[in-house]
Nanobody, 131 residues
């Protein structure tokens, strides 16, 4: 099973930036993988932040992070990154990397950002945004 390890979390002031990394144990593009970042705060549901389908070169974002966050993944041997700019207190959360397989016919944008689309999860990295 693919291993996912996140890093790059930390504390930052409002308006600051962080880049999260998710190192994977590697996979084959022929398996049609999808990767995503989620976040979760205590007492709340896990929320999809950004997703990427490397085989199709497509990315998907939650409305609240669009134009501030960027997900990227160059090839199967490099990490999945989440560049976060213009951070707000509401972005404070535990961030998780996830991996899954794109089904034939694909997903809708909301399905790409749903936890049910992913079977492998990392342990998480904490992001705290303060004034």
């Amino acid at each position: 099973q693919e291993q996912l390890v996140e890093s790059g979390g930390g504390s930052v002031q409002i308006g600051g930036s962080l880049r999260l990394s998710c190192v994977t144990s590697g996979y084959s593009l022929s398996a049609n993988p999808i990767m995503a970042w989620f976040r979760q705060t205590p007492g709340k549901e896990r929320e999809g932040v950004a997703a990427i389908w490397p085989g199709g070169g497509r990315t998907f974002y939650a409305d609240q992070v669009k134009d501030r966050f960027t997900i990227s993944h160059d090839n199967t041997k490099k990490p999945v990154y989440l560049q976060m700019n213009g951070l707000k207190p509401g972005d404070s959360s535990m961030y998780y990397c996830a991996a899954g397989l794109r089904p034939f016919g694909g997903y809708s944008r909301l399905e790409y950002l749903s936890p049910s689309a992913y079977s492998n999860w990392g342990q998480g990295t904490q992001v705290t945004v303060s004034s």
